[in-house]
């Protein structure tokens, strides 16, 4: 099946810095990548929509300055968390969409994740 | 808006034994609903889906049926195995398209030899 890597897997890092968190799709091309937050025994929420090639789409209540996506090609979107603080601490995930797998829900791959701890 | 809500976990059963996570949804129009399944280091795998009313979808011994009079989707298996301890997450959407997914807080399940 259709694979979504996402680097680094952990990441800690001091009150202040940016962190950018990679997703790839490995053997397809994607044109659209969905970036989730997941906080502890909470549910994934979906940040952001990223399509190639145009801006992310960002969901009520997250800050676009805050955490800035790119998706510069078909197979390569990243979310920047700048100037991170102890309450971005989180886990990262995201999906990508192969335009050609069929039907609802099966097109969206996902990624295993990003934990990040902000110190 | 839309909601799902799922059985809260963890979840912690012997091989062989019966499972039922039950998961409910909230929405708008008709969605299409999902499980989903994260094992140990990877990501959220698709494990089944139904896109309308009375559809039953299966994979791996798990069925789910979608059941709008009670608008319930509860993911079953008759004889669990160790192999399946893993998350397991209910999802709709309603954006065919779109593909947004909104998801339930995921159920962790155990199953001990």
């Known amino acids: 099946g259709a694979v979504v890597s996402q680097h680094p897997s952990w990441v800690i890092c001091k009150s202040g810095t940016s962190v950018k968190i990679e997703c790839r799709s490995l053997d397809f091309q994607a044109t659209t990548m969905f970036w989730y937050r997941q906080f502890p025994k909470q549910s994934l929420m979906l940040m952001a929509t990223?399509?190639?090639?145009?801006?992310?789409?960002?969901e009520q209540g997250v800050e676009k300055d805050k955490f800035l996506i790119n998706h510069a090609s078909l197979t390569l979107s990243t979310l920047t968390v700048t100037s991170a603080h102890p309450e971005d601490s989180s886990f990262y995930i995201c999906?990508?969409?192969?335009?050609?797998?069929?039907?609802?829900?099966?097109?969206?791959?996902f990624g295993p994740g990003t934990r990040l701890t902000v110190l | 808006g839309d909601s799902v809500t799922q059985m809260e976990g963890p979840v912690t059963l012997s091989e062989e034994a019966f499972l039922t996570i039950n998961c409910t949804y909230t929405?708008?129009?008709?969605?299409?609903l999902f499980w989903y399944v994260q094992y140990p280091g990877e990501g959220l795998q698709l494990l089944l889906k139904?896109?309308?009313?009375?559809d039953k979808g299966s994979n791996k011994g798990f069925e789910a049926t979608y059941r709008k009079e009670t608008t319930s989707f509860h993911l079953e298996k008759g004889s669990v195995q160790v192999s399946d301890s893993a998350v397991y997450f209910c999802a709709l959407s309603t954006n065919f398209g779109n593909e947004k997914l909104t998801f339930g807080t995921g159920t962790r399940l155990t199953i001990i030899p």
């Open positions: 990223s399509n190639e090639g145009s801006k992310a789409t960002y």
């Open positions: 929405a708008t129009g008709y969605p299409s």
């Open positions: 139904a896109t309308k009313a009375d």
């Open positions: 999906s990508a969409r192969d335009p050609l797998a069929g039907g609802p829900g099966n097109e969206q791959f």
